[in-house]
């Protein structure tokens, strides 16, 4: 079982260029979609005001084509906003662009009708009917503007499709007056006059649908701000309170060999002829005390980022038997066996920071175990070297496996854990990151339990000009 030692980190991500622009595009999609009621309640308006004029002087059968044909397209795009209010208006992203690429013709379509009277009144009818067709063709061009160009895929069809069906109009009512050098005249500049709108209404579109981008942009900006600021604000509280019941632990532990050493202090000085007796009781509480600054020491120069790693060749070999001699002796109190295995191999570490690392395990493992012993051993594997510590002791339940790396963390059945200080295993797991290791943990509740500490091959290659004696890089994180 593989243990993340990591502390939780809470931060916010920016979102990529991909997902902002289908964020920005769903929202632009909304707007038209809105859009889209006003501008069919005018085209119904309009419709049959259409008809009234261009009746008895168009072709009859042309005309009631084209209004049946308005009228189902415009049924069509009243059932289209149906649609979307009910299956899509809730959804955001794909889901809005996977409808607007089904639909979309239904845009080009209506824009096409939309030049229908041009064509069926130019050259045909009266000058009022004419000018009545006119005017509802540079409404919808201006409606066109307002309504679409949130959406630009859209609005450029539209444009296009509705320009293009009055120039055919246009077109048309001049080839009828080909033997009048007049009409055709006020055709051509009626012609290059809609071109001329064409290309107006083409670039306000493409700068009113800047200015919506940009406006969605801003707020899909100002809500990362605001996530941000809130994970922060969060992080922090955490921060606060994890601090706050650090210290408090920290002043608990303390309390205990303070208070301890003040009554021996009182005992010696009323009972000078105890001394025998209470003097190794004062040196083990000022060992706790300095352990417990030392600890506290490590784990504020840590998270400071002040650790100064100084990376050199260590033998592993002369390593563990410091370690071996230093432990021994409570290894004997206990009546435990305390054993090493490693083949004679040199590694690139920091050797103050390793003995540190393997010294807390050896140390965890002694005292949560009372009876059998414990092994420090070095296993080379293919990609890279693992320090093991086993011990047959109590063992870690599975519940627990992950809070024990935590400040002040014991477990409150363990015996052994009355003068732990908690703060081991976290600096363990500190130090390993700090190195670039990984930490592992496998372990049985009242069976044993084995820590590995994994060094990948990529902490083991010297820098080109490293220098064997000590090369001094100051990390953090």
């Known amino acids: 079982m593989l243990v993340d030692t990591q502390p939780a980190t809470y931060q916010h991500v920016p979102a990529s260029p991909e997902v902002r622009d289908q964020w920005v595009n769903s929202q632009l999609i909304g707007v038209l979609m809105d859009n889209m009621g006003p501008s069919l309640v005018a085209a119904m308006a309009t419709l049959p005001l259409l008809v009234y004029f261009m009746a008895g002087q168009t072709h009859t059968i042309a005309l009631a084509v084209w209004a049946v044909l308005m009228l189902v397209v415009l049924v069509l795009r009243y059932r289209l906003i149906g649609i979307y209010r009910l299956r899509h208006d809730s959804l955001e992203g794909p889901q809005r662009m996977a409808f607007m690429q089904r639909y979309q013709w239904s845009w080009t379509l209506i824009a096409l009708l939309w030049g229908g009277p041009v064509i069926l009144s130019y050259q045909q009818s009266s000058q009022a009917t004419q000018f009545v067709c006119g005017l509802v063709v540079l409404g919808q061009g201006l409606l066109t503007l307002t309504s679409f160009s949130a959406y630009l895929p859209v609005f450029r069809r539209y444009a296009n499709a509705l320009i293009l069906s009055v120039f055919v109009g246009l077109a048309w009512g001049m080839?009828?007056?080909?033997?009048?050098?007049?009409?055709?005249?006020?055709?051509?500049?009626?012609m290059a006059l809609l071109l001329v709108f064409w290309g107006l209404l083409t670039m306000a579109g493409r700068r009113l649908h800047e200015v919506y981008r940009a406006s969605f942009e801003l707020q899909f900006s100002n809500q990362e701000l605001i996530d941000s600021l809130t994970l922060q604000t969060r992080a922090s509280l955490r921060a606060v309170a994890t601090k706050n019941r650090f210290l408090a632990s920290a002043a608990h532990d303390l309390r205990q060999p303070v208070h301890a050493l003040s009554l021996y202090a009182d005992w010696l000085a009323t009972e000078p002829e105890m001394a025998r007796d209470i003097s190794p009781r004062i040196l083990q509480s000022t060992r706790a005390i300095n352990e417990l600054f030392d600890s506290l020491f490590d784990l504020t120069r840590i998270d400071a980022g002040n650790y100064k790693v100084r990376l050199q060749h260590v033998d592993v070999q002369k390593l563990f038997a410091d370690l071996s001699m230093q432990f021994e002796p409570v290894a004997i109190g206990k009546s435990l066996r305390l054993r090493t295995h490693a083949r004679p191999t040199t590694i690139w570490s920091d050797p103050v920071v390793l003995r540190r690392i393997l010294g807390n395990l050896v140390s965890n493992a002694l005292r949560h175990t009372h009876q059998g012993g414990v092994l420090l051993a070095l296993r080379h594997r293919e990609d890279m070297l693992v320090f093991e510590v086993w011990d047959?002791?109590?063992?870690?339940?599975?519940?627990?496996?992950q809070a024990i790396f935590q400040e002040f963390f014991r477990v409150s059945q363990h015996q052994g854990t009355e003068d732990s200080l908690g703060l081991g295993l976290t600096i363990v797991s500190k130090l390993t990151s700090l190195m670039g290791y990984q930490l592992a943990l496998n372990s049985v509740a009242s069976q044993g339990s084995v820590f590995r500490v994994m060094l990948p091959e990529f902490t083991q290659r010297e820098p080109l000009q490293a220098h064997p004696t000590a090369l001094e890089n100051n990390s953090g994180f």
Request: charged share 20%; net charge positive.
């Open 175 to 190: 080839l009828r007056k080909l033997n009048q050098p007049e009409a055709i005249q006020i055709s051509l500049v009626l």
């Open 392 to 401: 047959t002791g109590v063992g870690i339940a599975r519940e627990h496996q």
